[in-house]
């Protein structure tokens, strides 16, 4: 199982960027984001499972869009009106935990290696 996350990139505050995380090998129930800015621990920003429904972190509620393509094999995360403290290595993963631990990293078995966001201000 791979997954490979892309997308990122130098933006200015309210721009936008989607991030794309193309996952080969096999289809799984959850898949989420989340990210890592400098000096801090690795947090949860979004999740989409199976049937489609979707959780995100208050931050980006409103701003941030979790997709799936199943047929694609593709997760996206679509960011709109970004901010400064948006910046962060963006990562993507993949697993099947049950819907309370959705927001917890542990619970996700496969991770892509990361995408970097910079946003300016």
């Known amino acids: 199982v791979q997954l490979q996350a892309s997308g990122g990139g130098l933006v200015q505050a309210r721009d936008s960027l989607r991030l794309p995380c193309v996952a080969s090998?096999?289809?799984?129930?959850?898949y989420g984001w989340f990210r890592q800015a400098p000096g801090e621990d690795r947090r949860f920003v979004a999740a989409?499972?199976?049937?489609?429904?979707?959780y995100y972190t208050d931050s980006v509620k409103g701003r941030f869009t979790v997709s799936r393509d199943n047929a694609k094999n593709t997760l996206y995360l679509e960011m709109n009106s970004l901010k400064p403290e948006d910046t962060a290595l963006y990562f993507c993963?993949?697993?099947?935990?049950?819907?309370?631990?959705?927001?917890?990293?542990?619970?996700?078995?496969?991770w892509g290696q990361g995408t970097e966001v910079t946003v300016s201000s």
């Open positions: 989409v499972r199976s049937s489609h429904n979707k």
């Open positions: 993963a993949a697993g099947d935990p049950i819907l309370s631990n959705i927001r917890a990293s542990e619970a996700y078995t496969y």
């Open positions: 090998g096999r289809t799984f129930r959850s």
